[in-house]
T-cell receptor, first 112, second 111 residues
Framework: DVKVTQSSRYLVKRTGEKVFLECVQD?????MFWYRQDPGLGLRLIYF???????EKGDIPEGYSVSREKKERFSLILESASTNQTSMYLC???????????FGPGTRLLVL | ELKVEQNPLFLSMQEGKNYTIYCNYS?????LYWYRQDPGKSLESLFV???NGAVKQEGRLMASLDTKARLSTLHITAAVHDLSATYFC???????????WGAGTKLIIKP
C-alpha cells in the first residue's frame, strides 16, 4: 500500500510568517503534487514535481514555492503567509503523471 | 478553457434509493478518475476509466465513461449510510501532466 504522510494535520500561523508543509511517500513514486482544496472549488494544483529537484507550476503557484531534494520528500513553502492562504493542503503522489494519485491526510492551515 | 463540471454539488437522499452523479468535461479525454473523500479525511481512489464505454463497479457504486459525450456517471444503487461522502471526478486532459478536478458532490444518505 502506498503511504503518504504530511507533517501536520492542523496548523495555525500568523500573517507574514514563513510556513513549511512537508510530504513524505514510501512508494518510490516519481511524481508528487501539492493541491489546495477550498469548498466549492475542488482541488487546485499549486505545484508538482516529476523528479528530484524538478518542479512545474500548477494553476495557482503565486505565493508558494516548493522543494524536492530527495525523491520521497516534497515540501511546500509559503514565503509570507496571508489570510487568503487559509485552506486545506493535500499532497499526492503517482507513479506516472497520468496515473492514479494517492493522497496524504491533508494539512488544514489557518492564517490569522 | 478546460472545465470539469459535476452535478449535483449537493445531494441528500434516503437509504435504499438509487441516484446518479454526473461529470461533464469540456475537451477530449480518454481517462477519468473518481475519488471519494470522507469528512475530515483525504481522498481515496475509487475508479479509473480508461476508454469509451468503460464501466467499473464496486459494491453499490458503478461508474461509466462516454468519451463522445464527454460525460461520466457515478451511479449509486440502493444507497446505504456508509456511502455518505464527497465524490470527485478528475479528468486527464491529454495535454499535460495535470488532472482537472470537478468541484465535488457532497452526498448525504439518511437512514
Amino acid at each position: 500500500d502506498v503511504k503518504v504522510t504530511q507533517s501536520s494535520r492542523y496548523l495555525v500561523k500568523r500573517t507574514g510568517e514563513k510556513v513549511f508543509l512537508e510530504c513524505v511517500q514510501d512508494m518510490d513514486h516519481e511524481n508528487m503534487f501539492w493541491y489546495r482544496q477550498d469548498p466549492g472549488l475542488g482541488l487546485r494544483l499549486i505545484y508538482f514535481s516529476y523528479d528530484v529537484k524538478m518542479k512545474e507550476k500548477g494553476d495557482i503557484p503565486e505565493g508558494y514555492s516548493v522543494s524536492r531534494e530527495k525523491k520521497e520528500r516534497f515540501s511546500l513553502i509559503l514565503e509570507s503567509a496571508s489570510t487568503n492562504q487559509t485552506s486545506m493542503y493535500l499532497c499526492a503522489t503517482a507513479l506516472w503523471t497520468q496515473e492514479t494519485q494517492y493522497f496524504g491526510p491533508g494539512t488544514r492551515l489557518l492564517v490569522l | 478553457e478546460l472545465k470539469v463540471e459535476q452535478n449535483p454539488l449537493f445531494l441528500s437522499m434516503q437509504e435504499g434509493k438509487n441516484y446518479t452523479i454526473y461529470c461533464n468535461y469540456s475537451t477530449t479525454s480518454d481517462r477519468l478518475y473518481w475519488y471519494r473523500q470522507d469528512p475530515g479525511k483525504s481522498l481515496e481512489s475509487l475508479f479509473v476509466l480508461l476508454s469509451n464505454g468503460a464501466v467499473k463497479q464496486e459494491g453499490r457504486l458503478m461508474a461509466s465513461l462516454d468519451t463522445k459525450a464527454r460525460l461520466s456517471t457515478l451511479h449509486i444503487t440502493a444507497a446505504v449510510h456508509d456511502l455518505s461522502a464527497t465524490y470527485f471526478c478528475a479528468v486527464d486532459m491529454n495535454s499535460n501532466y495535470q488532472l482537472i478536478w470537478g468541484a465535488g458532490t457532497k452526498l448525504i444518505i439518511k437512514p
